[in-house]
């Protein structure tokens, strides 16, 4: 049976610049669908899988954050004083034991591998999680949860997979599929952003990561990939190389790719409409507008 994996690393440093202007003095993670922030989805996902230890990567300019999972003393005094009961349980979602959350700086935007790498010296010999806060995913159990499960009866290595349109590949992480069964892929091979004439399938990778600590050392490389980036994709790929064994595993959900504007004002839809206290009015507000959309 696999060993329980209960790390995951966050890549928050990038500096989010389709969202400028609003990145200029605020992170991505911390723009809010509904009335939470990114990161708070991305969090709270990862403690519904079992995660106890929580590593951020971040980079200059990501105060935010560090402050977000801090206490808010003065707040929650003035709370307490109001009666307001109801909001600091909200608050408490935002709470961290006091030493589970770690930051590590990347100090130079050098790609998501070269991110993942940084938190190397926190992970030592245990399988880890990978969460790209970016990939908002709806789902009634959540995604990495489902993950860990299928993990439980692998091991190896596990991404998130997930059809996408064959002219959309050159944006993802693509696999190349041996054997499907059921929501399980054996994978033979991994391209990170080919063209779609080149493309092994349109089988994407989101943003979620069961994987084993060679991948870290295969990292120490630092071989330059797609987009002259250090890539998460190739250091997985080494491991089929390697024969280590590598899985897809099609999750139940629907995902948001919030890193693209057009996807954060579909998730802010779909999210303020699974909230009971939104639902009616922002249902007749789309009745109204979508006859007399062109
Ligand atoms: C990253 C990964 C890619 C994956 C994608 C999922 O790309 O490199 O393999 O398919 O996330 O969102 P990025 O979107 O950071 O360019």
């Given at each position: 049976m696999a060993n329980k994996v209960?790390?995951?690393?966050?890549p928050v440093a990038g500096m989010g610049t389709r969202f400028l202007p609003a990145?200029?003095?605020?992170?991505?993670?911390i723009m809010t669908l509904v009335d939470r922030p990114l990161i708070q989805y991305a969090i709270d996902e990862a403690r519904a899988a079992g995660i106890t230890e929580f590593i951020f990567v971040t980079s200059r300019g990501k105060g935010a954050l560090e402050d977000y999972f801090d206490l808010a003393p003065n707040l929650e005094e003035e709370l307490r004083r109001k009666g307001k009961k109801d909001l600091l349980e909200v608050l408490e979602a935002t709470n961290m034991d006091s030493g589970a959350i770690a930051y590590i700086r990347q100090?130079?935007?050098?790609?998501?591998g070269h991110a993942v790498?940084?938190?190397?010296?926190?992970?030592?010999?245990?399988p880890f999680a990978v969460i790209l806060p970016d990939d908002v995913i709806s789902a009634e159990k959540p995604c990495l949860q489902q993950m860990v499960e299928a993990y439980e009866e692998t091991g190896g290595n596990m991404v998130a997979a997930m059809e996408v349109a064959p002219e959309r590949t050159s944006s993802y992480g693509i696999l190349d599929v041996e054997r499907e069964d059921g929501n399980l892929l054996d994978i033979k091979g991994m391209v990170e952003k080919p063209r779609a004439e080149e493309s092994p399938s349109n089988l994407a990778v989101i943003g979620r990561y069961i994987l084993s600590p060679?991948?870290?050392?295969?990292?120490?490389?630092?071989?330059q990939g797609a987009g002259g980036e250090i890539?998460?994709?190739?250091?997985?790929?080494?491991?089929?190389?390697?024969?280590?064994?590598v899985y897809g595993y099609r999750f139940a959900g629907q995902r948001f790719d919030c890193g693209s504007k057009s996807g954060f004002l579909q998730a802010t839809v779909a999210y303020g409409l699974a909230r009971p206290e939104l639902r009616d009015d922002l249902a007749a507000y789309l009745k109204d507008i979508v006859p007399n959309l062109a």
């Amino acid at each position: 049976m696999a060993n329980k994996v209960t790390t995951a690393i966050f890549p928050v440093a990038g500096m989010g610049t389709r969202f400028l202007p609003a990145t200029k003095s605020v992170p991505k993670e911390i723009m809010t669908l509904v009335d939470r922030p990114l990161i708070q989805y991305a969090i709270d996902e990862a403690r519904a899988a079992g995660i106890t230890e929580f590593i951020f990567v971040t980079s200059r300019g990501k105060g935010a954050l560090e402050d977000y999972f801090d206490l808010a003393p003065n707040l929650e005094e003035e709370l307490r004083r109001k009666g307001k009961k109801d909001l600091l349980e909200v608050l408490e979602a935002t709470n961290m034991d006091s030493g589970a959350i770690a930051y590590i700086r990347q100090h130079k935007a050098l790609g998501l591998g070269h991110a993942v790498w940084c938190a190397r010296r926190l992970i030592g010999d245990q399988p880890f999680a990978v969460i790209l806060p970016d990939d908002v995913i709806s789902a009634e159990k959540p995604c990495l949860q489902q993950m860990v499960e299928a993990y439980e009866e692998t091991g190896g290595n596990m991404v998130a997979a997930m059809e996408v349109a064959p002219e959309r590949t050159s944006s993802y992480g693509i696999l190349d599929v041996e054997r499907e069964d059921g929501n399980l892929l054996d994978i033979k091979g991994m391209v990170e952003k080919p063209r779609a004439e080149e493309s092994p399938s349109n089988l994407a990778v989101i943003g979620r990561y069961i994987l084993s600590p060679s991948v870290l050392r295969n990292l120490d490389e630092m071989k330059q990939g797609a987009g002259g980036e250090i890539q998460l994709t190739d250091a997985i790929a080494a491991e089929l190389d390697q024969g280590r064994k590598v899985y897809g595993y099609r999750f139940a959900g629907q995902r948001f790719d919030c890193g693209s504007k057009s996807g954060f004002l579909q998730a802010t839809v779909a999210y303020g409409l699974a909230r009971p206290e939104l639902r009616d009015d922002l249902a007749a507000y789309l009745k109204d507008i979508v006859p007399n959309l062109a």
